[in-house]
């Protein structure tokens, strides 16, 4: 997952980043454009960052790469924030030559319990590991009995890594394929196996 998505998400990282450091300009019809180049890697992108206010806190972005001497303008990514930013899904599109559906990200903010949460789906059209994610879940509020937590489901496998733990303590892992069971292992402040 960690090189999939650094290797994927360079780019689109990179230039959402960069936009930053310039001022939109308003294009009519409640949309802004942020348009920049900027160096990365040893070549020069140009980026189209659109974002059209479609609600009360709900804004519906677009955003468009180029790479000068290499890909056209193609959309790389696109989504929507909600709620004052407090949730948010992106489609992030590869292969800036024959671009396809990538990755769907998901992120949730609970301004109730502190709880946060971002998932990354593989979307791939005819891959073999389309639906695999990996969710991470952080309790900011101290409203559950773990503070991290990690999703990871394999679907060709039909099974979810669950792992839950506190920064300073405990936790305890549900793995149905490693453990051939459903049972939650668990583990001490000294990171040695106890009973749950």
């Not at 001497?69 to 407090?86: I, Q, S």
């Not at 979307?123 to 101290?142: F, L, Q, S, T, V």
Request: contains cysteine; hydrophobic residues 30%.
């Amino acid at each position: 997952w960690n090189t999939g998505l650094t290797l994927n998400l360079a780019i689109p990282v990179a230039s959402f980043a960069e936009s930053f450091r310039y001022q939109a300009e308003f294009q009519g019809n409640s949309t802004w454009l942020w348009s920049y180049e900027y160096p990365f890697n040893g070549a020069t992108f140009r980026t189209e960052l659109y974002g059209t206010i479609v609600g009360v806190g709900t804004v519906e972005w677009e955003m468009y790469i180029a790479q000068d001497g290499g890909f056209d303008k193609v959309l790389w990514c696109e989504g929507a924030t909600r709620d004052n930013n407090a949730t948010a899904s992106w489609t992030l599109y590869h292969k800036p030559y024959n671009p396809q559906p990538y990755m769907q990200v998901d992120y949730v903010k609970s301004n109730s319990t502190g709880v946060e949460s971002i998932r990354y789906t593989n979307i791939i059209p005819g891959n073999a590991d389309k639906g695999n994610y990996i969710e991470y879940r952080a309790d900011n509020g101290g409203t559950l009995d773990y503070e991290k937590f990690y999703d990871i489901y394999q679907i060709t496998d039909d099974n979810l890594l669950e792992i839950q733990w506190n920064e300073e303590s405990n936790g305890r892992v549900r793995d149905p394929k490693q453990y051939q069971d459903n049972e939650w292992h668990c583990w001490n402040e000294d990171f040695l196996d106890v009973d749950c």
